[in-house]
């Protein structure tokens, strides 16, 4: 747990922690985050077991089955995802193009939303890098929500807390791969620990030229991806806008 401050056993103990003053530091470290400013939690690198997911973009067809199937481990609401697709359009007709994006938490090394939560309920785990939310520990404040660079967390509009995806803890403790890719039509996805150099997904991580989203933040994500396109709308050259980015992530489009 990278988190300095200690984690609190329940709400009541938070209250009185930030009564106390002792939360200062963590709200400064939010406002540091949502101003721009990087910060950087202790090394996780020593980590002996690091679960990640590779994604081979050439291998998905959009057709959101990871993202139902998810809904459905989790009985995810309505409005929110812990798992999603994006697909990118490019090009005037008929010179146009899409590339789909098949999104999630990244369970980053150096996770943003783990440094500014103030209650310990996000945290890193040890024994395997999966990122989670205590929802006995979490108070709703959306730090991390403000925090993590790829809006990968949300609030849960039934319980009021923070959920994301979990690489599904459950399962993959009895040896099952997560939902998203048990049941992937195009078998695009690949789960396992990168840390282990002999697994499927380190071998094809290995052996294929790789991406992970948004490097400059420096949060180290550990999923990759195969092929992906990571256009968005302000790289267009010419100054015309032939690039849309297209998400059911909060069931709006975004241009
Ligand atoms: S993707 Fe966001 S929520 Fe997930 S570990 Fe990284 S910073 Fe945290
Ligand atoms: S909303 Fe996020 S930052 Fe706030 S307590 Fe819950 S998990 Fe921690
Ligand atoms: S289930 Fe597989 S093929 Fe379908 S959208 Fe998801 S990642 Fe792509």
Redesign the pocket.
Known sequence: MSNKDKPVTNRRE?VQKLVGGAAAASVAS?TAVLAGAETVPESQSSRQKQYGMLIDTRRCIGCHTCSVSCKSEFDVPLGVTRSWVEYTEKGSYPNVSRNFLPRLCNHCSQPQ?VD???????YKREQDGIVV???G?????????L?CPYDA?F?NPVTG??EKCDFCIHRVSKGLDPSCVNSCIGGARIFGDINDPDSEISRQIALNPTTVLRPGKGTEPNVYYIGADHSDQHENETGGYDVRVITHRKEKERR
């Open positions: 938070f939010a939303c500014v939560c103030p209650t310990g309920a996000t939310v205590d929802s520990q979490c108070i709703g404040c959306k730090y991390c929500i925090a967390r609030l807390f923070a």
